[in-house]
């Protein structure tokens, strides 16, 4: 899919964002309930846990996730986000769609529901948003010492 801008401007701030993924994150039909439970920016994208629960309390079924023990699942959502012209836009993903991005808090992640396939998008993912929060965190004036010359 494609980004959606909002041409109003009514998208201004962090908070106007936060406040924009919360609303996109947190809606209700007939059969299902979704609720954002955290949502993190690193750089210009969002990344949130939303759950999803049945409203008449029955156990969610899914074929990516394992249901959890209250009969709810949390996914990964993805945000892409950009100003064009001081319109804000975004283009949204699941993490089983596959998303380049992997800047995922370790604390958002902790909240998602267990995966049934290990060799799932969704898995490759979360195990890449590990791989960076290990990136030691390197100040200014820091030494490293390198395993081998650089030539």
Same mark, same amino acid.
């Given at each position: 899919?494609?980004? $959606?801008?909002?041409?109003?401007?009514?998208?201004?701030?962090?908070? #106007?964002?936060?406040?924009?993924?919360?609303?996109?994150?947190?809606?209700?039909?007939?059969?299902?309930?979704?609720?954002?439970?955290?949502?993190?920016?690193?750089?210009?994208?969002?990344?949130? /846990?939303? =759950?999803?629960?049945?409203? %008449?309390?029955?156990?969610?079924?899914?074929?990516?996730?394992?249901?959890?023990?209250?009969?709810?699942?949390?996914?990964?959502?993805?945000? $892409?986000?950009?100003?064009?012209?001081?319109?804000?836009?975004?283009? #949204?993903?699941?993490?089983?769609?596959?998303?380049?991005?992997? =800047?995922?808090? $370790?604390? $958002? !992640? /902790?909240?998602?529901?267990? !995966?049934?396939?290990? #060799?799932?998008?969704?898995?490759?993912? =979360?195990?890449?948003? =590990?791989?960076? /929060?290990?990136?030691? %965190?390197?100040?200014?004036? %820091?030494?490293?010492?390198?395993?081998?010359?650089?030539?």
């Amino acid at each position: 899919m494609g980004w $959606l801008f909002y041409t109003d401007r009514r998208v201004k701030s962090y908070a #106007d964002e936060k406040a924009e993924i919360t609303r996109l994150c947190t809606f209700d039909t007939d059969t299902r309930k979704t609720v954002l439970l955290k949502a993190s920016k690193v750089g210009s994208t969002w990344y949130a /846990a939303a =759950r999803v629960t049945i409203v %008449d309390g029955s156990p969610v079924e899914d074929a990516t996730y394992v249901t959890d023990e209250d009969g709810s699942i949390t996914f990964a959502a993805v945000f $892409l986000t950009r100003y064009d012209e001081g319109c804000w836009g975004y283009k #949204d993903m699941e993490e089983s769609a596959g998303p380049v991005e992997a =800047r995922a808090p $370790l604390g $958002l !992640l /902790a909240l998602l529901s267990e !995966l049934k396939d290990p #060799d799932s998008y969704a898995y490759a993912w =979360r195990q890449r948003c =590990r791989d960076w /929060a290990a990136i030691p %965190d390197y100040g200014e004036g %820091d030494r490293i010492k390198l395993a081998a010359p650089v030539t």
